[in-house]
């Protein structure tokens, strides 16, 4: 039997979950059983609007291949407008990581409720498929800075 010389890339992929929502939708996809996949590290946040741009640069020269940033559906914000605040931050991260030379595809913003179990894992396993044919980060471990 040959060995492959080509080593399978599992992406290493965080998750940022809005703990009135998408972590409830994760919590629910677990309980229901739908296929996840194992590389995906869910850190949970108060709302998705906390979330400050620092911390999802480092997270990339810390290794992740892909970020995603999940909360409630706009106009269901626990904190009454924090999706949209999270929303317009995330428009200038992705200007921001053009200029890094790292493909903005890398980082995702979703909408999932807490119902919305099925959705989660399907929002989860679309966004690994995309990661995993981008390939490894290329600015792992950078030191450009």
Not at 131 to 145: C, Q
Request: charged share 25%; glycine share 6%; proline share 5%.
């Amino acid at each position: 039997m040959e060995k492959s010389s080509e080593i399978e890339f599992t992406p290493a992929i965080v998750g940022f979950l809005c703990n009135w929502c998408t972590y409830a939708a994760a919590d629910l996809a677990g309980s229901s059983k739908l296929e996840l996949p194992p590389s995906f590290t869910v850190i949970r946040v108060m709302c998705s609007s906390r979330i400050d741009h620092n911390l999802l640069l480092s997270t990339f020269f810390k290794g992740a291949d892909g970020i995603l940033v999940a909360g409630c559906h706009p106009g269901d914000c626990h904190y009454g407008e924090g999706n949209y605040y999270a929303r317009r931050r995330f428009a200038l991260l992705k200007k921001v990581m053009e200029t890094l030379d790292l493909a903005p595809d890398r980082l995702q913003l979703s909408w999932v409720s807490a119902a919305e179990g099925k959705r989660y894992a399907e929002v989860v396993n679309e966004f690994t498929k995309k990661i995993t044919e981008l390939g490894p980060n290329p600015i792992k471990n950078s030191t450009r800075f």
